[in-house]
């Protein structure tokens, strides 16, 4: 591994793991991100100038895809539309880059017969009920609810297609919620955050009764390196910490640790078809590749999260005001 590719790397977690990939190996990293609202160049601030190249360009840009993915040996493939919400309200750029944007890297990939890494979510599995014992695994079934996971599972599906028919030297890995630094601010936790710095109250769906399995993004990005250097090929690795909180329990855990009262949040109506619970069971990584999470203290992570987002105001402060407009929107259509 000496040029690799990172798609989306300006983004929350391929910004992390292009950190991590130049503090713990040699090689040299070539970004391609679109810049979307999503992405952020100052993400990337501080690396040497000569281990990391930007470009800025969509991954559905076959001829300029064709280039990058020539001049590296690896592609770690992390670039989507990723939230939710917006894929309820406009799904068709998830199509165009989950879908069509992978497609177009995998094609790429098979003409220079490169090594190729996609990154995936625990959504492409549905949900689990509360009470069940079962956590998702690498044999459990697809069946995605949201415009959102239902393209990531497309484009799991053409990896693994590509895989079996041409033969490309791909791994998979679905990851559960990730939380930490640098996450923009339309997600739960950043969000409820920045609304208790800016003086609005944190917002809950439902009854907040809803179950995310938390790993911290520093883990994430050290599974997946695992994988690129040690994963069989044509293997698909679940990754996660033991995370399991209900979103009143994080909210709470945010509530204490900035001071608030437990009560000073609303609860708004839930998300459509909103997934009840995740849970992952990441045994394969840990007895096939000896993984194991470093960073499994939530409470800690979460303190370090808030520091964090105290310290960097400048860098969330553009894109609050209109991702609280988006919500807002939201809620008035709901009303109507
Ligand atoms: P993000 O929204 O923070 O970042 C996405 C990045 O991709 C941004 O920098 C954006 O500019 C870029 N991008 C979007 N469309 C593009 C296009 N057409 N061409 C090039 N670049 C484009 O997302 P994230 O939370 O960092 O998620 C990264 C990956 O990890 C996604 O594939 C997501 O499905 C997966 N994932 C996320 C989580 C999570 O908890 N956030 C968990 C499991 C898996
Ligand atoms: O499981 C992995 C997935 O985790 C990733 O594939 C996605 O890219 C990532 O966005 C995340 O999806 P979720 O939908 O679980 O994350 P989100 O941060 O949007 O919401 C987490 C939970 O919090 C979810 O149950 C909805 C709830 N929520 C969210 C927001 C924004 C609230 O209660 N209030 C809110 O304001």
């Not at 929350?12 to 679109?34: K, M, P, Q, W």
């Not at 992390?78 to 998830?94: I, K, T, Y």
């Not at 007895?287 to 105001?313: K, M, S, V």
Request: glycine content about 8%; charged content about 25%; hydrophobic content about 40%.
């Amino acid at each position: 591994m000496k040029d690799v590719l990172v798609t989306g790397g300006a983004g929350f977690i391929g910004s992390n793991f292009v950190h991590h990939l130049v503090a713990h190996t040699d090689a040299h990293v070539t970004v391609l991100d679109a810049l979307t609202y999503a992405g952020d160049r100052r993400s990337l601030a501080g690396l040497p100038e000569n281990r990391l190249a930007f470009v800025r360009g969509d991954i559905a840009d076959s001829a300029l895809v064709d280039d990058l993915v020539a001049g590296a040996d690896t592609v770690v493939h992390f670039a989507a539309e990723s939230h939710n919400d917006n894929s309820l309200a406009e799904p068709r750029p998830f199509i165009d880059t989950n879908v069509v944007g992978t497609f177009t890297l995998l094609e790429a990939a098979r003409r220079h017969d490169r090594r190729f890494h996609h990154i995936s979510t625990d959504e492409v599995y549905g949900d689990l009920a509360l009470d069940d014992p079962e956590r998702f695994t690498e044999a459990t079934p697809y069946n995605p609810s949201s415009p959102y996971s239902s393209t990531k599972a497309a484009s799991d599906l053409l990896v693994r297609a590509w895989v079996r028919s041409f033969g490309l030297r791909a791994t998979l890995s679905n990851c559960s919620n990730n939380y930490g630094p640098r996450q923009h601010v339309e997600k739960f936790i950043p969000r409820q955050i920045t609304n208790i710095l800016r003086g609005i109250r944190p917002k809950l769906y439902g009854r907040g009764l809803n179950v995310r399995d938390w790993i911290h993004v520093d883990d994430h990005s050290s599974a997946v390196l695992a994988i690129v250097e040690r994963g069989r090929v044509g293997e698909t690795y679940l990754i996660g910490a033991d995370g399991e909180r209900s979103n009143a329990d994080v909210l709470a855990d945010i509530l204490r640790l900035m001071g608030r009262p437990d009560d000073a949040f609303d609860f708004v109506t839930d998300r459509a078809g909103h997934d009840l619970r995740y849970a992952i069971d990441w045994s394969k990584l840990r007895d096939e590749l000896g993984w194991e999470p470093a960073r499994r203290d939530f409470d800690a992570g979460l303190a370090a999260t808030i520091e964090w987002y105290r310290a960097n105001e400048d860098w969330w402060a553009g894109s609050k005001e209109a991702t609280e407009a988006f919500y807002r929107s939201v809620e008035e259509r709901h009303e109507r």
